[in-house]
């Protein structure tokens, strides 16, 4: 029990910062200023992720009538940021990648104030399932979460901004490090928990798959209603199936204290690799419309020869 402790509450969250830091490596205040000239895309784009991925995760929930538990882990997940991971992705699928990082780093700070919101409602809704009240503690969870994600990323920040050298030689190293003590603090966790996470994933399998395909499908078809280009789409459809798993498991175990919160995390990271996957797969082989630049308004950018 006392390792458990020490891989969820230190070594995971210790993890995550390292992430975010890499990220914010990786970011200039251009990446939040572009919603001022492009608003249109990543209007949508932010739509996608932090109105309509909660309102279905929600209906999913209610609809398959899942247990109290993992209707809370649905949600945790539905309330996480993008992923930094949905960079790479867009970047294969040959998306617009100045929309997918910006949308990555806005959301990273709004759900600051949006996850304790919607989980404090959540919780009330959903209930412990045992008579046992689940708390969200709002201010504290605001302040873990900036801890673990705002400031790491702001000095990230930081110190593009002052040694951008230094920050392009390690993107690479920081993102490999970051990606190893994820995933051998994840498997120790998994591990330890293996016997109830294997049951738990059948019951929410298929919930945490239509949830993915759905948030990923509604996120195209909103692009292209509001005539987005491809790129543009591809960008929107990524960010809003590509979810902060690392984030969500740190919520649910470090934060709520419960392991099996974090079970549709665990179901959705892999449907969301398996879709990402197939996405690279069919769109990176693409050829590209146009040999224009695009603006994330949709439109392009004359070339001077």
């Not at 538990?69 to 100045?98: D, E, R």
């Not at 700070?109 to 708390?135: M, Q, R």
């Not at 470090?254 to 069919?282: K, R």
């Amino acid at each position: 029990m006392m390792s458990i402790t020490l891989l969820t509450q230190v070594f995971l969250p210790l993890s995550l910062a390292i992430i975010m830091l890499g990220m914010g490596m990786t970011l200039v205040p251009a990446d939040f200023t572009r919603i001022v000239k492009y608003p249109k895309a990543i209007l949508i784009g932010l739509t996608n992720q932090l109105i309509f991925l909660p309102i279905l995760g929600f209906l999913l929930a209610v609809v398959f009538q899942l247990e109290p538990i993992l209707a809370i882990g649905i949600m945790i997940l539905a309330v996480s940021p993008g992923g930094p991971t949905s960079n790479l992705i867009t970047q294969v699928c040959k998306g617009n990648i100045a929309l997918s990082v910006t949308l990555t780093a806005i959301t990273s700070f709004i759900t600051i104030i949006t996850i304790p919101l919607i989980l404090s409602f959540a919780l009330d809704y959903f209930g412990s399932g045992n008579g046992t009240p689940i708390e969200m503690p709002v201010l504290s969870t605001i302040l873990q979460i900036t801890v673990i994600t705002v400031i790491p990323i702001s000095i990230g920040m930081i110190i593009r901004r002052f040694r951008p050298g230094f920050s392009d030689r390690m993107e690479r190293p920081m993102r490999i490090a970051s990606t190893v003590i994820f995933i051998l603090v994840f498997i120790a966790v998994v591990a330890a928990n293996f016997s109830m996470i294997g049951d738990s994933m059948k019951r929410v399998g298929l919930v945490t798959l239509l949830l993915n395909i759905a948030t990923m499908g509604l996120g195209y078809l909103t692009a292209r209603l509001f005539r987005l280009k491809l790129k543009n789409a591809i960008s929107i459809t990524i960010e809003s199936g590509i979810q902060n798993g690392t984030l969500a498991f740190v919520i649910a175990t470090t934060i709520l204290l419960n392991i099996e919160m974090a079970i549709p995390t665990v179901a959705y990271s892999i449907w969301m690799f398996v879709t990402g996957g197939v996405l690279m797969w069919q769109l990176g082989k693409r050829e590209l419309e146009t040999s224009e630049p695009e603006l994330m308004d949709g439109s392009a950018v004359e070339v001077s020869s």
